[in-house]
């Protein structure tokens, strides 16, 4: 039996109609993603302003190569532990070598933070000797020409580099991309809602659906075709947008930080109005 979901990706009618049941939510959602828009670049929700690119970005001269500064960064998702393992990382090494050098490090509180902070210090040195020992499959995964984002991210987890999940292999690949390691720039064509938590909870927030394996490319399917109809989503919903829509990779990164309690230094989604008093 077609689902209301399916039904809204190929009917005019079904499609307006999910989209007026949903109508408080999306106009919430467009306010604060407008509000966060119309500030600073550190608020800018967008892929390419996310702020640990700007973070990578500022660590990339400590190595070797660009590509390699992306690996160890990932591995902390912070300057701090990256600096301190800088001077000794600036190329790969042997395992050993790595696990050698790791051990006589003294990493200081905070070293490990945002994405990796449940990996904890353990989980970033381990995965920093791993990283090591695959550092060649790794190089190619992120600076191979001709390959989409996707492609390499299937590549990347089948390497099981210790403490890299979902999430870290995907923000390994948006900071490599945005910093074009290969020479060009890659990112994402979806949003990687299957066996995510924080995309797939907004998701589900905003529309009511929750993302499952069996749905997750018919909600894939949704952001794209809200991407498409950006402008008649905003105007059913009497609300005006200025700029360029969103895609599947803004929505990454929007639909996580709007399901999550307030973030500093961003309007918090909770507070804005709904109704269009």
Not at 77 to 99: K, Y
Not at 118 to 138: M, N, P, V
Not at 211 to 231: F, G, I, K, M
Not at 246 to 257: P, T
Request: net charge negative; proline share 4%; with cysteine.
């Amino acid at each position: 039996m077609e689902s209301a979901l399916e039904r809204a990706l190929h009917d005019d009618g079904a499609w307006a109609h999910l989209v007026e049941t949903r109508q408080e939510r999306l106009r919430r959602f467009l306010r604060w993603a407008a509000a966060c828009e119309a500030g600073t670049r550190e608020m800018s929700l967008r892929l390419e302003n996310r702020d640990d690119i700007v973070r990578c970005r500022e660590v990339v001269d400590m190595f070797d190569e660009p590509w390699w500064a992306v690996v160890v960064y990932s591995c902390f998702d912070s300057t701090t532990g990256t600096r301190v393992a800088a001077p000794h990382f600036r190329t790969p090494m042997s395992r050993v070598d790595a696990e050698r050098a790791l051990a006589g490090l003294d990493f200081p509180r905070g070293s490990v933070q945002h994405h990796r902070a449940q990996s904890t210090l353990t989980g970033a040195r381990r995965s920093l000797a791993s990283a090591c020992d695959k550092a060649d499959d790794i190089e190619h995964v992120l600076c191979q020409t001709g390959v989409s984002f996707d492609e390499r991210f299937a590549q990347l987890m089948k390497l099981d580099v210790s403490w890299w999940g979902r999430t870290t292999c995907f923000d390994v690949l948006m900071r490599a991309g945005a910093l074009a390691v290969s020479g060009q720039t890659y990112r994402p064509v979806k949003a990687y809602l299957r066996g995510s938590q924080g995309p797939s909870a907004g998701f589900e927030r905003l529309w009511g659906v929750r993302v499952t394996a069996s749905n997750a490319d018919l909600c894939e399917e949704l952001l794209r075709r809200w991407t498409q109809r950006w402008d008649e989503v905003a105007a059913a919903v009497s609300l005006g947008w200025e700029g360029q829509p969103y895609d599947s990779a803004d929505f990454e990164n929007a639909l996580c930080v709007f399901q999550e309690p307030h973030c500093a230094g961003l309007p918090d989604p909770r507070t804005v109005q709904g109704d269009t008093q």
